[in-house]
Nanobody, 114 residues
Framework: QVQLVESGGGLVQAGGSLRLSCAASGSISGLNVMSWYRQAPGKLRERVADITAGGTTNYADSVKGRFTISRDNAKSTMWLQMNSLKPEDTAVYYC????????WGQGTQVTVSS
Protein backbone atom coordinates (compact mmCIF):
# COMPACT_ATOMS: atom_id res chain seq x y z
CA GLN A 1 0.00 0.00 0.00
CA VAL A 2 1.07 3.54 -0.77
CA GLN A 3 -0.26 6.61 0.97
CA LEU A 4 -0.22 9.98 -0.79
CA VAL A 5 -0.82 13.24 1.03
CA GLU A 6 -1.25 16.49 -0.86
CA SER A 7 -0.79 19.94 0.65
CA GLY A 8 -0.36 23.54 -0.41
CA GLY A 9 -3.75 24.35 -1.85
CA GLY A 10 -5.61 27.53 -1.02
CA LEU A 11 -7.22 30.70 -2.29
CA VAL A 12 -5.22 32.97 -4.57
CA GLN A 13 -5.98 35.86 -6.89
CA ALA A 14 -5.63 35.50 -10.63
CA GLY A 15 -2.02 35.93 -11.65
CA GLY A 16 -0.77 34.56 -8.37
CA SER A 17 1.19 31.42 -7.54
CA LEU A 18 0.84 28.32 -5.40
CA ARG A 19 3.07 25.34 -4.79
CA LEU A 20 1.48 21.96 -4.20
CA SER A 21 3.27 19.07 -2.52
CA CYS A 22 2.59 15.34 -2.59
CA ALA A 23 4.33 13.15 -0.03
CA ALA A 24 4.39 9.40 -0.60
CA SER A 25 4.81 6.81 2.15
CA GLY A 26 4.33 3.10 2.65
CA SER A 27 5.44 0.54 0.05
CA ILE A 28 7.15 3.07 -2.18
CA SER A 29 9.95 0.90 -3.48
CA GLY A 30 9.94 1.23 -7.23
CA LEU A 31 7.86 4.40 -7.23
CA ASN A 32 7.42 5.05 -10.93
CA VAL A 33 5.48 7.76 -12.70
CA MET A 34 3.90 10.41 -10.50
CA SER A 35 1.20 12.71 -11.76
CA TRP A 36 -1.00 15.63 -10.88
CA TYR A 37 -4.65 15.56 -11.88
CA ARG A 38 -7.42 18.05 -11.21
CA GLN A 39 -11.18 18.03 -11.14
CA ALA A 40 -13.32 21.13 -11.37
CA PRO A 41 -16.97 21.12 -10.27
CA GLY A 42 -19.14 19.39 -12.82
CA LYS A 43 -16.17 18.32 -14.94
CA LEU A 44 -14.22 15.14 -15.46
CA ARG A 45 -10.90 14.64 -13.74
CA GLU A 46 -8.09 15.69 -16.09
CA ARG A 47 -4.37 15.12 -16.16
CA VAL A 48 -2.25 18.17 -15.45
CA ALA A 49 1.32 16.87 -15.53
CA ASP A 50 3.46 13.73 -15.20
CA ILE A 51 7.01 13.07 -14.13
CA THR A 52 8.91 9.81 -14.41
CA ALA A 53 11.42 8.53 -11.87
CA GLY A 54 14.12 9.72 -14.24
CA GLY A 55 12.72 13.24 -14.36
CA THR A 56 11.02 13.27 -17.76
CA THR A 57 8.03 15.59 -17.66
CA ASN A 58 4.85 16.00 -19.64
CA TYR A 59 2.20 18.71 -19.35
CA ALA A 60 -1.34 19.33 -20.45
CA ASP A 61 -1.49 22.08 -23.06
CA SER A 62 -3.59 24.23 -20.74
CA VAL A 63 -0.77 24.55 -18.19
CA LYS A 64 2.36 24.51 -20.35
CA GLY A 65 4.62 27.42 -19.56
CA ARG A 66 2.80 28.18 -16.30
CA PHE A 67 3.13 25.01 -14.20
CA THR A 68 6.27 23.07 -13.33
CA ILE A 69 6.29 19.54 -11.97
CA SER A 70 9.27 18.21 -10.01
CA ARG A 71 10.14 15.40 -7.61
CA ASP A 72 12.75 14.29 -5.13
CA ASN A 73 13.05 10.50 -5.25
CA ALA A 74 15.05 10.38 -2.02
CA LYS A 75 12.24 12.17 -0.20
CA SER A 76 9.45 10.44 -2.16
CA THR A 77 7.92 13.85 -2.71
CA MET A 78 6.54 15.59 -5.76
CA TRP A 79 5.67 19.24 -6.26
CA LEU A 80 3.64 21.33 -8.65
CA GLN A 81 4.67 24.96 -8.94
CA MET A 82 1.75 26.88 -10.36
CA ASN A 83 2.34 30.40 -11.67
CA SER A 84 0.14 32.88 -13.52
CA LEU A 85 -2.93 31.17 -12.13
CA LYS A 86 -6.27 31.69 -13.85
CA PRO A 87 -9.82 31.28 -12.52
CA GLU A 88 -10.17 28.24 -14.77
CA ASP A 89 -7.41 26.54 -12.78
CA THR A 90 -9.83 26.31 -9.86
CA ALA A 91 -10.23 22.64 -8.98
CA VAL A 92 -9.37 19.92 -6.52
CA TYR A 93 -5.85 18.78 -7.34
CA TYR A 94 -4.95 15.14 -6.86
CA CYS A 95 -1.64 13.35 -6.71
CA UNK A 96 -1.34 9.94 -8.38
CA UNK A 97 1.54 7.49 -8.16
CA UNK A 98 2.34 4.22 -9.91
CA UNK A 99 4.08 1.31 -8.20
CA UNK A 100 2.35 -2.05 -8.43
CA UNK A 101 -0.81 -0.13 -9.31
CA UNK A 102 -2.08 3.43 -9.30
CA UNK A 103 -2.64 5.16 -5.99
CA TRP A 104 -4.46 8.44 -5.41
CA GLY A 105 -4.27 11.09 -2.74
CA GLN A 106 -7.30 12.74 -1.16
CA GLY A 107 -6.86 16.01 -3.02
CA THR A 108 -6.25 19.63 -2.15
CA GLN A 109 -8.51 22.52 -3.14
CA VAL A 110 -7.13 25.32 -5.31
CA THR A 111 -9.36 28.34 -5.80
CA VAL A 112 -8.34 31.21 -8.08
CA SER A 113 -10.41 34.37 -7.79
CA SER A 114 -10.78 36.84 -10.63
Amino acid sequence: QVQLVESGGGLVQAGGSLRLSCAASGSISGLNVMSWYRQAPGKLRERVADITAGGTTNYADSVKGRFTISRDNAKSTMWLQMNSLKPEDTAVYYCRALTDRFYWGQGTQVTVSS
